[in-house]
């Protein structure tokens, strides 16, 4: 999902615990997994930002990774580079 606010992300990581909470598999909300992707763009805040909603969101299990050539050509054809758009999260 590229996203365009921290509290786009919260809402999304809610959501998503939300749903494992009323499927449980063998890990339940403990299993979510979160692949941080930044855009070229991003601040080292923007970053240190999604790391802090990790944290408030009891997310264990994260990784921040580079996106691939691919995402970016996406997120670029997008046309989703505008100052708040910096940033790419899957949530497994």
Known sequence: YPLNSIME???KIQDKQLWLDKHPG???REGLMVLVKSSPQASYKQVVDVLD???INQVKKYAVI????T???WI???NVY???NWLSVALH
């Open 26 to 28: 063998k890990e339940g």
């Open 82 to 84: 505008s100052p708040g």
């Open 66 to 69: 580079k996106p691939e050539l």
């Open 76 to 78: 670029s054809a997008l």
């Open 53 to 55: 909603e990790m944290t």
């Open 9 to 11: 992300l919260r809402h």
């Open 71 to 73: 995402e970016l050509e």
